[in-house]
Every structure is written in C-alpha cells, then in structure tokens.
C-alpha cells in the first residue's frame, strides 16, 4: 500500500470489538483497515454473548462461524449462598419467558477472537495490518495512523478499539474516572459429571457472585469474584485441591469436578472514559469503558459501541458525509452515554449490595429478588434488559 493510501475509517486493535467494528464496517462497503496490535497469548477464559450481541454478529455475517464453539444459556438461576440473616428465595429466569430459545451463548476467548480474526482476513474489503500502532496524529480533514512495521495509514475516522490501556485514548488525550474494588475476579473451567443442561448459576456469596456458565459438552467456566487473599490461596491450590473446593462452592449441583489448566485471576474495577470521542477520534469497548465481571455485561456493552458506530458511519457514508466529522462523533457520544453509565451504576448496585453487612441493604435485595420471582412483567423487562434491550 502507498503511503498515506487514504481510507475512511482506520480500526486500532484486534480484540473482539476491534475485530467486530471491522468487519461490520466492511461488510457495509466502508473501506476500512484494521491494525491487530502484537499476537496475544492463549485466553482461558470465556464470553457469555447475550442475544442483542448474537444478533449484531449475526448482521455483520460472522455469527455463522462461532455458532458451533458456542453452548446456549437456556435458563440463568440466582442463588443465595449468603449466610445472612435475610435471604432471597432462588430465582430461575427462562428464555422461553420472552420468546427465546436462549439468553445468549458461551464461547472460549480465543475461539471467538480466532473465529472474528479468519472472518477478517477473508474479507476483501479489509485491509488488515497484523502489527501496532505507535503515533496518532489529527489534522482538519483527516487522522494519521504510524506503525510499528509498514507506511501510516490515514483515515477520516480512527477508533480506539484497543483496549484498556488504549494508547488511541491517550493520543486524544481523553483521561478515565477510575474506581476500584476490593475483590479480584478469580476464573477457571471445569469439567463435571452432571449435565449443565444449559443452565446458568449465579450463587451470591458476602464475597461477591460465583458464577457457573455451560460450555459445550459437560464443561463450565467459573467466575468467582472473591478478596485478593483469598485469589491468593486458589491461585495457589494443586488441581485437585481447586476442582474440590470449587466443586463445594458449587454445592456439588453439577456433580464431581475437575479444573482445567490455566486459571486467572483479575482485579475488580470500574473506568469510564471521560468522554468516547475527541477529533477524527472515537472509542468502543474496553479503550472506553471497564466494567467488573459481573451479570456477563462487558463485550456486550462493547458490541453495542460498536453496533451504534457502524450504524451512524454507515448512515454518513450513504449521505456522502464526513465519517470523522464532528457531527457524527457527537451524536456517538450521546447515543451510548445512558446505556454504559446505566449499566456500570447497575454492576456496581448489585456487587455493593452483595458485600455490604448493612441489614436494610441486604432485605432490599432480598425483596427486589422476591419481586423478580413473582412479577411476571417485571421479570420479562428485567430479562429483556439483562440480554441488552434498552429500557422502554
Ligand atoms: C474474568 C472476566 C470475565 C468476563 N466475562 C465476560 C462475559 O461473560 N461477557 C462479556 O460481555 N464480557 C466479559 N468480560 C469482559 C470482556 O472480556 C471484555 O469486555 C473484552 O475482552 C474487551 O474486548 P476489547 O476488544 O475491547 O479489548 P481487548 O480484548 O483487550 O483487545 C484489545 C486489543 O487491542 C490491541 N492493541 C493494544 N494496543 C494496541 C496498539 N497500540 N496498536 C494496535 N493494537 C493494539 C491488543 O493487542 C488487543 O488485541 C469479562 C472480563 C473478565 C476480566
């Protein structure tokens, strides 16, 4: 490619989101180039895509590929593993309640990055640039992306899609409002001797969730969000040791386990970027928002940036538009505020109402659990929003 060969928008990172943001804008005849960043090591961990997130893959034409690695989340159940004094009743949410055959779909990381990745490098439309970006730099009309290997590339429109420590972000100059938890989220597979029955678990404990979600065949991933110590300790457990201790945290309801190799371990916080756009510049996902693990919301917020951007370029491109021009980037802004900062204050509800001591606190979530199991609409709005609907 000639130096400076000009393209409409340039995506920065080959994570999930990046990848998906390309391939829709390709798919939508947007001249589009995509820059990886380095070869990333094995992920063993998993994603739940929710159905809002099935059905954007599946507009971009790759939801086809993943189908297969993926296990469908049929039914989720609630359960309180407090000791506390006031305890909700289990709550089991159905699809079939809303019309649909299942919430969304379990995929490994890598099954789903490597499956996004092989869709892009078929795409003719898109040129791929397997290597990092080091410089942005904006001008009036357009922004100019430099490599670490090949001539820059230049664009009307460049998105950070890299990640948490977005080195787009930072070119822009956008800054992040940051808070920590006091919990780790320790994850790890294991195989079972019960069928899942593609069901979910969600066992509220004082520590925080502790999650089951199906993989395909009598497999589940784990995500226990516990203290720091105690990530510590199950780091540090043999595989025996781990796949008991897991197994009891489980209540033994998916029968014997026994862990898989490679488990994480990663620190609960919340960020926000300040804004997701700045000249010629917008952010997706991660580069512009970290949420902790919990309720399976993070990629699926990401998707959504990503379904919202590719809608608005395309909608500018048909009108003959500037795809970077500040108009758009606003009205990006605008349209994805609500529903990062709705679901962000919704996490953070949930995980401080499971750690706090305070009883009334405690009786609130006990109650609103006891509502969602009795209020037929209310569960129906609540589940359409947990796949990620918007709020009527
Ligand atoms: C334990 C755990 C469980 C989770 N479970 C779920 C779940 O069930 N459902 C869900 O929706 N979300 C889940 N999430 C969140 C989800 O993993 C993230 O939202 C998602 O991985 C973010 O994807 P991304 O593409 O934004 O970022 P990343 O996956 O971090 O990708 C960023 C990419 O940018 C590249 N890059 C970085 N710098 C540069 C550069 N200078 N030039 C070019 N490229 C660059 C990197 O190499 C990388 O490939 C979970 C998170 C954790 C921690």
């Not at 063993?44 to 159905?51: C, D, G, V």
């Not at 699809?95 to 092989?118: C, H, K, M, T, V």
């Not at 678990?201 to 589940?220: C, I, M």
């Amino acid at each position: 490619m000639a130096a400076h060969e000009m393209h409409d928008v340039v995506v920065v990172g080959g994570g999930p989101a990046g990848l998906a943001l390309a391939l829709g804008l390709a798919a939508r005849g947007i001249s589009t180039a995509l820059v990886t960043g380095p070869e990333r090591n094995v992920d063993h961990r998993t994603t739940a895509l929710l159905e809002g997130s099935v059905r954007i893959l599946d507009d971009f034409g790759v939801w086809s590929r993943l189908a297969a690695s993926t296990a469908p989340l049929r039914d989720m159940r609630i359960a309180d593993a407090t000791r506390r004094l006031v305890r909700a009743p289990e709550v089991t949410f159905r699809s079939a309640e809303i019309g649909l055959e299942a919430f969304g779909y379990n995929i490994e990381n890598d099954a789903l990055r490597l499956g996004l990745l092989a869709a892009a490098l078929e795409q003719p439309r898109l040129h791929v640039a397997r290597t990092s970006v080091t410089r942005v730099e904006v001008d009036d009309t357009a922004a100019t992306v430099e490599l670490a290997e090949g001539a820059p590339l230049r664009a009307r429109l460049v998105v950070g899609a890299d990640g948490r420590g977005s080195l787009v972000r930072a070119a822009a100059g956008i800054g992040m409002r940051t808070h920590a938890y006091p919990q780790v989220a320790f994850t790890a597979t294991v195989r079972h001797t019960r069928p899942h029955e593609e069901i979910s678990t969600e066992f509220h404990t004082e520590s925080g969730p502790f999650t089951l979600v199906p993989l395909p065949g009598d497999r589940s991933s784990i995500v226990c969000v516990v203290s720091e110590r105690e990530a510590i300790r199950l780091m540090g457990l043999s595989e025996a040791d781990l796949s008991r201790e897991l197994e009891a945290r489980a209540g033994s309801i998916l029968g014997r386990f026994t862990v898989e190799p490679g488990r994480g371990a990663f620190p609960l916080a919340a960020e926000t970027a300040e804004t997701l756009v700045a000249p010629r510049i917008a952010l997706v996902a991660e580069a512009a928002h970290i949420m902790p693990p919990i309720g399976a919301q993070g990629l699926n917020l990401g998707l959504r940036d990503v379904a919202e951007l590719v809608a608005l370029v395309d909608r500018a491109a048909a009108l003959g538009e500037d795809v970077g021009g500040a108009e758009l980037l606003a009205r990006y802004d605008r349209a994805r505020r609500s529903d990062i900062e709705g679901r962000m204050r919704a996490v953070d509800v949930l995980n401080r109402s499971l750690l706090s001591d305070f009883l009334p606190i405690q009786s609130m979530r006990g109650f609103g659990l006891y509502l969602l199991d009795r209020v037929g609409p209310l569960r129906r709005a609540v589940m359409r929003l947990g796949i990620g609907e918007r709020a009527a």
